[in-house]
């Protein structure tokens, strides 16, 4: 459905979320749309675990192809850890993706918990292409996107067994972001997000941090910034998990690939001088 310019200004509030908007709305890059044509679970977030080295050996005409089904295989492994921490989940539960991209995990959530995914995203080219994979699988009953704003969603108050961010945090303020979660959760509502943050034992943003804010017109927060926004909006952790060197193999193999985008070099960088952490954070609403 097209939105009206006004329909558009109540979405997307600022010059910096028009900005950033504007990005998803061109994003077309073969590392998100070939990884995802494996299997139709398109992600925008990235992979964790170790790759089978034999996808490099073989016949040089297939190995392109063995890379993309491998990186594909991280990243679909990253949103299974993920929603193996959202807790019991039951078919007549709601859950919220959030930041949801072209709609991946929230396809993965329905499939596992059987219940209803909302997804919002302030690119609309992201909700039409998401809401075309549900309807393509069958699953737009339950499962359905929206041109929405994570800041102030609109949804019903308490009417959310569970949300998650995968990867979508560093795009806004947290403690706007916690708040409008606490409304949205029903009490022991689950929250997980994971996301990469700069480390403040090392200080602030390390050049190789800054390289990847530019390269996505991100702000990456620091670590703390997360747990001083969760409390003060009533999310208590129950498990921190820090997936730094779970998420290397996958970027050492990005780097590898035909479909290197340019910010491998900074991520690596990033992770292995240790200014930067690829975190799990799950914490429940009270
Ligand atoms: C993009 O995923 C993810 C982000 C922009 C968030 C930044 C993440 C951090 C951990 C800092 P993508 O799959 O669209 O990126 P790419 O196109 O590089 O694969
Ligand atoms: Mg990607």
New binding site residues.
């Given amino acids: 459905m097209a939105m009206t310019p006004e329909t558009s200004a109540r979405v997307v509030r600022t010059a910096y979320q028009q900005a950033v908007a504007e990005y998803w709305n061109k ?1 077309k ?1 073969p ?2 749309l070939r990884l995802g044509d494996v299997d139709g679970l398109y ?4 992979g964790i675990g170790d790759w089978d080295p034999s996808v490099l050996e073989g016949p040089e005409e297939t190995r392109d192809e063995r890379i993309v089904e491998e990186m594909h295989r991280l990243e679909s492994a990253q949103a299974d850890v993920l929603l193996d921490h959202l807790g019991t989940v039951a078919p007549n539960h709601r859950l919220l993706d959030a930041g949801c ?1 072209r709609g991946g995990t929230s396809i993965m959530a329905n499939q596992r918990f059987g219940c209803r995914v909302d997804g919002v995203s302030i690119s609309e080219s992201q909700v039409e292409f998401a809401n075309d994979q549900a309807r393509r699988r069958g699953v737009d009953a339950k499962v359905a996107y929206h041109f929405r704003n994570m800041l102030d969603t609109g949804l019903p108050s308490g009417a959310f067994q569970g949300i998650w961010n995968n ?2 945090t ?1 795009y806004v303020d947290l403690f706007q972001l916690f708040s409008e979660y606490s409304r949205l959760l029903v009490h022991g509502g689950r929250y997980v997000c994971i ?2 943050c700069y480390n403040d034992v090392t200080g602030g943003r390390s050049k190789a941090v800054s390289r ?1 804010d530019e390269h ?1 017109t ?1 702000n ?1 927060h620091s670590r703390s910034a997360y747990f001083k926004a969760l409390a003060a909006n009533g999310l208590v952790p129950i498990n921190v998990i820090d997936l730094t060197a779970a998420t290397i193999p996958y970027w050492e193999l990005r780097a590898r690939s035909s479909l290197a ?1 340019g ?1 491998e070099d900074p991520f690596l960088t990033a992770y292995r001088e240790g200014s930067f952490h ?1 975190l799990l954070i799950a914490a429940d609403s009270v």
Avoid: W
Wanted: aromatic share 14%; net charge negative; charged share 15%.
């Fill in positions: 994003e890059d590392v998100n992600h925008h977030h990235y991209g990867e979508s560093m996301t990469g990847i996505y991100c990456i985008t910010i690829y």
